[in-house]
């Protein structure tokens, strides 16, 4: 029996890897592909949901911010209007005793109370020291934070935030990843700062970011997703994987629809993938890849936006005065994000628990918070009062006060939210993605191949592009396999407006409209 659809290309997912595959698919306008989807709509790990009120929250905190040219051009064509985006500079601090901390916290000891200055510039002295003399490489994470900031840093905030994080510690996960995504203190500097009480400014490849005008991130990856041929996408169960024969290179959708393909680029999570396919050996082997799950809670409050609060845009949290390890003032990213001002709501309960004097839908202004907490079996978390908790680390940190009203709440867990950097990682993924490549599947994205330092955005839509022209015209995959290598140039070598050449004829990319 042959299966009712056949392609030279079947994609899986559309998020963002899987619609950089679909795009570049569509560009070159060479091979058969389809591109299906579990959810009714595009968006995956980087969509956007919205409460019965009205606010908008993002899965996770999410920036736009590039290092690759074609990512640009496949937004743009999106979202070309001036008014689709707003630009902000990133204004980022770190919550420490009762102080805010400009990011990155490791550049502005300057900041702290005195005898943290004094631990931490002990630290900064002894990790130089020691760097000069070191001869091979920081066995884990941890080895590598005290290399780089020593004992007192690491004791004040980079162990107790990255537990927070990863829900792992430090010492459970390797070094290579880091890349660009932690600011190396220079000690020189560092020790001016203190001495003239100086802070130091923003570091980092998100300084400033774009933000869609309207709604949210996951509307970024719609309207990107409404560039593809609608006869080319299936969502619902229409889209959703139930079985994956490798052998007979056909998929099974959860209609009861197969679909036969040459190549698979895959993008749901690879552990997923390899229990889809029933391949023991695989199964076996992405139990050695670990992660943590990721709760993000939302909170809507009524009133004009705190003087306290101003133009911040995401804060960290160190300290255990709170469940999260991070906030966004989400309403800061557009003022789409929540209701306009004449909406009326009633007020739901007080951020000190309290119920509140009256019931009755009143006018606005509105504003939001969003944090994210994680989660693994080194970490569990109260779920059933993970909303109250949350809430109380609001009103401990200060952001909110307790008699602020507060009129929606937002709680979602997703499964899989960060892939770990564990020390067992790559020994997994230098085995899995070639053996599962050599069945002619392309596991790719945040948890398709698993390299969280190419988990952004940017890097996720390319992984799908490049495994597309690994398929088609055998490139290297370079975001994949070298990920220092993307994250420290500017990559424009690939466009949305070039020509292809494929099986002998030249396809001219289709005109903007």
Known sequence: MGADINVDVLVIGMGPTGLGAAKRLNQINGPSWLIIDSA?????????????????YDVGGHVIFSH????????????????????????????????????PFQNNISMLPKEDQVKCMDGLVDASLTARVANTKPKDFDEWMMRMMGEGICDIFMRPYNFKVWAVPTTKMQAAWLGERVAAPDVKSVMKNVILNKTAGNWGPNATFRFPARDGTGGIWTAVADTIPQEKKRFN???????????????????????????????????????????????????????????????????????RIGDKCWLYFPEDNCNFYRATIFSNYSPYNQPQKDAKLPTLQKADGSKPKSTEAQEGPYWSIMLEVSQSSMK???????????????????????????????????????????????????ELLPKLQDMGIYSRGRFGSWRYEVGNQDHSFMLGVEAVDAIVQGGVELTLNYPDFVNTRKNTERRLTQDFTYGGKTMPVRPKA
């Not at 999106?78 to 707003?86: I, M, S, T, V, Y």
């Not at 109250?388 to 997703?414: A, M, W």
Request: a negative charge; hydrophobic letters at 30%; charged letters at 30%.
């Open 40 to 56: 009714e709509k595009a968006g995956g790990l980087a969509g956007t949901d919205v409460t019965d009120e009205g606010f908008l």
């Open 380 to 430: 569990p978390v109260d779920e059933e009062n993970i909303l109250r908790d949350s809430i109380q680390g609001l009103v401990n940190t200060e952001l909110l006060k307790p008699d602020d009203e507060i009129v929606s709440t937002y709680h979602r867990k997703f499964d899989h939210g960060y892939p770990t950097p564990s020390l067992e990682r790559e020994g997994v993924l230098k």
């Open 237 to 307: 169960k229409q889209g959703e994987v139930t079985k994956v024969d490798a052998e007979g290179k056909t998929v099974t959708l959860a209609d009861g629809t197969t679909i036969g393909y040459g190549k698979l680029v895959n993008t749901m999570a690879v552990d997923h993938l390899v229990e889809k396919m029933g391949n023991q050996e695989l199964v076996k082997l992405s139990k050695g890849l670990f992660y943590s799950s990721t709760h993000v809670i939302g909170v809507g409050i009524r009133g004009e936006r705190p003087e």
């Open 68 to 103: 690759y040219k074609y990512f640009d051009d496949c937004l743009d064509e999106a979202l070309p209007k001036d008014d689709d985006w707003f630009t902000h500079e990133r204004v980022s601090y770190v919550r420490y005793k009762g102080l805010w901390v400009p990011y």
